[in-house]
């Protein structure tokens, strides 16, 4: 009876989902394609001169721009809700996990969506965000959350991904390419951690100083942009 209760509750909350006042949701961000997440670090790498290895989203607001060859897959078309969101998040090894969390200092896996507005030359408002949501049970999985207060959004509002801690959702391989796959930062342009007139350090310094965007109201410039690699996330968008 137990898991048969458990299996009704997460079948209302697909439906309700897919459907709001009379109207199925659009899924912004499902564009194909392959895009396996980056973690954990292969435990042989064959690759030679291209190796593998974990890497995550961390401390930083940020948005696909192109995906799979998709331009603004993330950019609402009109005035709508976002009635629910998915990550797909890899299972670092334990070692990996503990270097995140503990060493580099960002804590358990956590995020939220974030509602932009673009201002132009790179700068971007922040206008509305979703509660934070744990991610540490869901590792290895590709969860939906449903949002208890859907977020009202107006026509080409870009829809980002923030965490202050970090989120394992990054990926590098696959059909990936330069043109194809692309997100930006909430970073500035000296601070994108791919400077090589810098050190590995310096570099290394810039990312981990970077911050989410999580007060409503600010503009920030995000002057980085990273390629080829795709932010693993979607939105569940309800238009008017």
């Known amino acids: 009876m137990a898991a048969a209760a458990l299996l009704f509750s997460l079948l209302v909350a697909l439906v309700w989902v897919a459907s709001a006042p009379g109207k199925a949701a659009e899924v912004l961000g499902d564009v194909g394609g392959t895009a396996p997440p980056s973690c954990p670090t292969p435990a042989e790498d064959t690759l030679g001169d291209d190796p593998k290895f974990c890497q995550a989203f961390a401390s930083v607001t940020g948005f696909q721009m ?121 970073r500035g342009r000296m601070k994108c951690g791919t400077d090589p007139a810098k050190s590995d350090e310096e570099n290394r310094d810039d990312i981990l100083s970077s911050k989410a965007q999580k007060k409503i109201g600010t503009t920030r410039t995000y002057g980085c942009t990273y390629f080829p690699s795709r932010i693993l996330y979607q939105a569940y968008y309800v238009p008017e």
């Open 66 to 186: 192109v995906a799979n060859g998709e331009n603004a897959a993330f950019k609402v078309p009109t005035d709508g809700h976002i009635v629910a969101w998915s990550v797909k998040l890899s299972e670092p090894a334990e070692s990996e996990q503990t270097a995140f969390e503990n060493e580099l200092k960002f804590g358990e896996p956590a995020a939220r969506l974030a509602i932009l507005k673009d201002k132009g030359k790179s700068k971007f408002k922040l206008v509305k965000q979703s509660p934070d949501v744990p991610l540490s049970a869901s590792l290895g999985r590709e969860p939906i959350f449903t949002l208890a207060q859907p977020l009202k959004v107006k026509k080409d509002s870009v829809i980002a991904l923030s965490t202050s801690n970090w989120v394992p959702n990054l990926a590098h391989d696959g059909a990936l390419t330069d043109e194809g796959d692309k997100w930006r930062a909430s």
